[in-house]
T-cell receptor, first 114, second 108 residues
Framework: EAQVTQNPRYLITVTGKKLTVTCSQN?????MSWYRQDPGLGLRQIYY???????DKGDVPEGYKVSRKEKRNFPLILESPSPNQTSLYFC?????????????FGPGTRLTVL | GQSLEQPSEVTAVEGAIVQINCTYQ??????LSWYQQHDGGAPTFLSY????GLEETGRFSSFLSRSDSYGYLLLQELQMKDSASYFC?????????FGTGTRLQVFP
């Protein structure tokens, strides 16, 4: 089944404790992105990647890191989480060949930073 | 800055037609997409308009007017399962800016 997976789905942590949220897609998509979703603010792009070893900042990159060492994986790293990073996080992947610019989203990771 | 504005909430009854508007202020143009998100779920792609005009996909249609910086999503023959949030998004495959979303409630 074609899909984007994220782990963990739920995470409660404390301020300053480094964490990684994994994202993997099995559709051989070149593009992958991370978004955070907060009430009243919609989805905001954190980072995106156009291919292996090619990443760029989105609109809200502060406090986050990403890496793209393999085409299928795009982990999101919070080196020192803070309470304002409490949010719902979505990973997405996409393929431009279809011309539709459709992004496929993972199920989401709900993060709480205490 | 770049922004997309949508009404926060729309209500309608089953079988009706509803239009969700999106006005945007952006530099340059790529295309306007629409996504649906049910409570607790992930956004799912509905449509993409690269050019002016109407795109139809089953009960859903999307319209774009680049000269007016305006688009809309039209949902016909509403069903209870259409109750969800709908987001317009500007950009292309890699860089995407979302509107704040419109919550659609469908009543029997």
């Amino acid at each position: 089944e074609a899909q984007v997976t994220q782990n963990p789905r739920y995470l409660i942590t404390v301020t300053g404790k480094k964490l990684t949220v994994t994202c993997s897609q099995n559709m051989n998509h070149e593009y992958m992105s991370w978004y955070r979703q907060d009430p009243g603010l919609g989805l905001r792009q954190i980072y995106y990647s156009m291919n292996v070893e090619v990443t760029d900042k989105g609109d809200v990159p502060e406090g986050y890191k990403v890496s793209r060492k393999e085409k299928r994986n795009f982990p999101l790293i919070l080196e020192s989480p803070s309470p304002n990073q409490t949010s719902l996080y979505f990973c997405a992947s996409s393929l431009t060949a279809t011309g539709k610019h459709e992004q496929f989203f993972g199920p989401g990771t709900r993060l709480t930073v205490l | 800055g770049q922004s997309l504005e949508q009404p926060s909430e729309v209500t309608a009854v089953e079988g009706a037609i509803v239009q969700i508007n999106c006005t945007y202020q952006t530099s340059g143009f790529y295309g306007l997409s629409w996504y649906q998100q049910h409570d607790g779920g992930a956004p799912t792609f509905l449509s993409y308009n690269a050019l002016d005009g109407l795109e139809e996909t089953g009960r859903f249609s999307s319209f774009l007017s680049r000269s007016d910086s305006y688009g809309y999503l039209l949902l016909q023959e509403l069903q209870m399962k259409d109750s969800a949030s709908y987001f317009c998004a500007w950009g292309n495959t890699d860089k995407l800016i979302f509107g704040t979303g419109t919550r659609l409630q469908v009543f029997p």
